[in-house]
């Protein structure tokens, strides 16, 4: 089998959205299930579009899901030497020709083709007058008259073009710069691209670039084209379906592995399995398997699994990146291993970074601010004479860990006679000011005895007043 080589072109005229991300992940796990070569290419030639900023956009998006690309990243930009050879190629066999047709001929000549019910496609003026290069003028590919072109694609399967619908397209404007469809063509045959998988808003790209590589004797590359992605409501994915942008799920406290994970399903799938190790993806991965289905993006989904990834995480490692999130809301520094043991007691429950980080907001503060509903219905002052207990038990308590937190509490409601939950929901409440939290006794055993005793003490006073 000849070596898979596969490529991801974005264009950056904004970030990295969902539909390129898994048009760059289905590119990444081909070239690495068939131990190819992966190419980032930057298609840059909308230069009154394209910026600095985008590129960088893009490349850490794709840094942060993990697409490490093997050339590149590669820029259309740079490569106007390359296009220009295989230009003249094209002019030289006759395949393409010089055009001086100024945009108000054209228009005039569309519209009377629409009057007359006639394709308004360019109608061939300047095919036989052989002009030479000059100012205002564009190179035209000679599109066959007559015939069919097949695109035989490994996802939809053939489909067929009769050439007497396309149009002479413009593959060099008047200003020098290639045209999207001739430069992609030039790119992948020098790159000796093998394998071109895209979203199939570009099948009727196809036939226009299968003819330019036949006209330039080139071995055409295998093409899939792939279902787009569509919202719940089955319209095309946009903004009104939430965010659009890989980093902005960074952001919301996303974990990339959840983000590729699910990216993936959204087309492809491997019997009824739905979590997915990198090293499983890369080895299952086929092109047989994508479905012909448009995917159908689900927030719900995303979450699940984004809560299943964020409870393998080691804490450790969770603690790394929730604390600039964490610091982002004004919370002082704390040791990376508090904020691990913090997150412990809280992986369980949250289904994001961000949602985590506003869950630990009472292990983060020196004093907690009460609900008020709360503190009226639950710190009233019956509780005085309990909260008094348990504050001289905890001081004389030798194990501040999570059993002996629990054996004092025991001896403390034993010795009042009352129960467990009827000291523990003021307790949780003067700790966390909230009657929502983890475990109790996980509380304490993260917070400590010093700051446990502190908030006691804080919400005696508050009992007392």
């Given at each position: 089998m000849e070596p898979v080589i596969t490529r991801f072109p974005p264009s950056p005229t904004g970030s990295l959205h969902i539909g390129g991300a898994r048009t760059a992940l289905f590119n990444w796990l081909y070239a690495r299930h068939h131990h190819g070569t992966f190419i980032l290419r930057i298609e840059d030639t909308d230069l009154?579009?394209?910026?600095?900023?985008?590129?960088?956009?893009?490349?850490?998006?794709?840094?942060?899901?993990?697409?490490?690309?093997?050339?590149?990243?590669?820029?259309?930009?740079?490569?106007?030497?390359?296009?220009?050879?295989?230009?003249?190629k094209l002019?030289?066999?006759?395949h393409a020709y010089y055009c001086d047709c100024?945009?108000?001929?054209?228009?005039?000549?569309?519209?009377?083709?629409?009057?007359?019910?006639?394709?308004?496609?360019?109608?061939?003026?300047?095919?036989?007058?052989?002009?030479?290069?000059?100012?205002?003028?564009?190179?035209?590919?000679?599109?066959?008259?007559?015939?069919?072109?097949?695109l035989n694609d490994l996802i939809k399967g053939p489909i067929f073009f009769e050439n007497s619908e396309l149009d002479d397209l413009v593959l060099q404007r008047s200003d020098g710069i290639p045209t999207y469809n001739f430069a992609v063509v030039v790119d992948d045959i020098s790159m000796r691209i093998t394998h071109v998988i895209r979203g199939d808003d570009h099948v009727n790209n196809s036939p226009r670039q299968i003819l330019i590589y036949q006209a330039l004797g080139a071995k055409l590359p295998h093409f899939g084209h792939v279902p787009?992605?569509?919202?719940?409501?089955?319209?095309?994915?946009?903004?009104?379906?939430?965010?659009?942008?890989?980093?902005?799920?960074?952001?919301?406290?996303?974990?990339?592995?959840?983000?590729?994970?699910?990216?993936?399903?959204?087309?492809?799938?491997?019997?009824?399995?739905?979590?997915?190790?990198?090293?499983?993806?890369?080895?299952?991965?086929?092109?047989?398997?994508?479905g012909k289905a448009p995917g159908v993006?689900?927030?719900?989904?995303?979450?699940?699994?984004?809560?299943?990834?964020?409870?393998?995480?080691?804490?450790?490692?969770?603690?790394?990146?929730?604390?600039?999130?964490?610091?982002?809301?004004?919370?002082?520094?704390?040791?990376?291993d508090?904020?691990?043991?913090?997150?412990?007691?809280?992986?369980?429950?949250?289904?994001?970074?961000?949602?985590?980080?506003?869950?630990?907001?009472?292990?983060?503060?020196?004093?907690v601010a009460y609900e008020p509903e709360a503190a009226k219905k639950i710190l009233t002052p019956d509780m005085e004479p309990p909260f008094q207990e348990l504050i001289g038990t905890l001081e004389r308590l030798a194990a501040f860990d999570e059993k002996g937190l629990e054996a004092a509490f025991r001896g403390v409601v034993d010795k009042l006679q009352m129960k467990l939950g009827k000291l523990?929901?003021?307790?949780?409440?003067?700790?966390t000011g909230t009657t929502v939290s983890p475990g109790l006794f996980e509380i304490m055993n993260v917070l400590g005895k010093e700051t446990v005793i502190h908030r006691l003490r804080l919400a005696l006073g508050s009992i007392r007043r």
């Open positions: 009154a579009r394209s910026t600095d900023e985008s590129i960088r956009a893009i490349l850490d998006a794709m840094e942060w899901l993990g697409f490490d690309w093997d050339e590149g990243p590669y820029f259309q930009t740079q490569r106007f030497d390359v296009y220009g050879e295989y230009l003249q002019l030289d066999s006759e100024n945009p108000e001929e054209l228009e005039a000549r569309r519209q009377e083709a629409l009057r007359q019910g006639r394709k308004p496609k360019y109608d061939g003026c300047c095919r036989t007058r052989r002009l030479g290069p000059g100012p205002s003028r564009v190179v035209r590919f000679r599109c066959p008259d007559a015939g069919t072109t097949v787009m992605i569509l919202g719940e409501d089955r319209g095309r994915l946009s903004k009104r379906h939430g965010a659009t942008s890989v980093m902005a799920y960074k952001d919301m406290g996303y974990l990339p592995e959840a983000l590729v994970n699910y990216l993936v399903r959204l087309g492809w799938s491997f019997g009824d399995q739905e979590i997915f190790s990198r090293e499983e993806l890369i080895e299952k991965f086929n092109l047989e398997s994508i993006f689900n927030p719900e989904k995303l979450l699940w699994l984004n809560a299943h990834y964020i409870k393998q995480r080691p804490a450790e490692e969770l603690a790394d990146l929730l604390r600039p999130i964490l610091s982002a809301q004004g919370y002082p520094e704390k040791t990376r508090y904020l691990a043991k913090a997150i412990q007691t809280l992986q369980t429950r949250s289904r994001t970074l961000v949602e985590m980080a506003h869950a630990m907001g009472f292990y983060m503060v020196e004093e523990a929901q003021p307790v949780r409440v003067a700790l």
